[in-house]
């Protein structure tokens, strides 16, 4: 159905890693993250981060964006619980887009799930840049929004071409990789590193969020990645 501006989120969120199981249920999810293989989204009726791994992704691809709205129904998730994805479920069919969240109203939203910003707070529950698998048990979040400036965002392509997103946030200066495909394309595009304004006419919109999680295991460590750079 064609976009619409009453969907309304809740006046009160509670971020968590909750994993709802039960085969058949419905959810009605913002999405925050239209990963092409994986999506990050909240669902509107507990404030509960969902990260949704459709079987067909490539029926993903351009489909959904950041604030849509869509109904999750629930599928049987043969996987044991993966402890660096605790918020995974699996979809019975491909997410429906049922509306779309407005500007104000996305904005209300995220800040109400954007993490509290204390001096030295570590992000994802470490100062690292990833976390050791046998450190995870599966009762930590593995996904978070983060509120930034957009005066201290530096968008920029390492000299192995990881692309890369430097922030300052809680006192801590962090370099995160990006999994963002289109800020990655704004930092491999870029001669140099973008910061203040050309950082927002490459990206289209000035940065105020983040949405900050895990990445799949490697070498024993989940890495910590952006998945997603929305506009304040």
Known sequence: MSGTTRVRPPRRIRPGTRRVLEPGRRLTCAVLAPGPEEWVAVDLATGAFVRVRPADTAALAGE?????????????DEDPLDPSRPEAVVPAALPE???????????????????????????????????????????????????????????????????????????????????????????????????????????????GFLVVGLGRVRDGHAPKLVLAVLPR
């Open 64 to 76: 959904h964006r950041a604030l849509d709205v869509v109904m999750v129904v629930l599928g049987e």
């Open 97 to 207: 887009r049922v509306g779309r969240l407005t500007r104000r109203r996305g904005r209300r939203l995220l800040k109400r799930l954007a993490a509290p910003e204390r001096r030295g707070l570590p992000l994802l529950g470490t100062r690292g840049p990833s976390i050791a698998f046998v450190d995870l048990d599966g009762t930590a979040p593995s996904v978070t929004v983060v509120r930034v400036s957009a005066r201290t965002v530096e968008l920029a392509t390492r000299a192995d071409g990881e692309a890369v997103l430097a922030i300052s946030w809680a006192g801590v200066d962090w370099t995160i990789p990006v999994a963002d495909p289109e800020a990655r394309a704004a930092a491999l595009a870029a001669a140099q590193p973008l910061r203040a304004k050309p950082l927002s006419v490459a990206l289209g919109f000035k940065p």
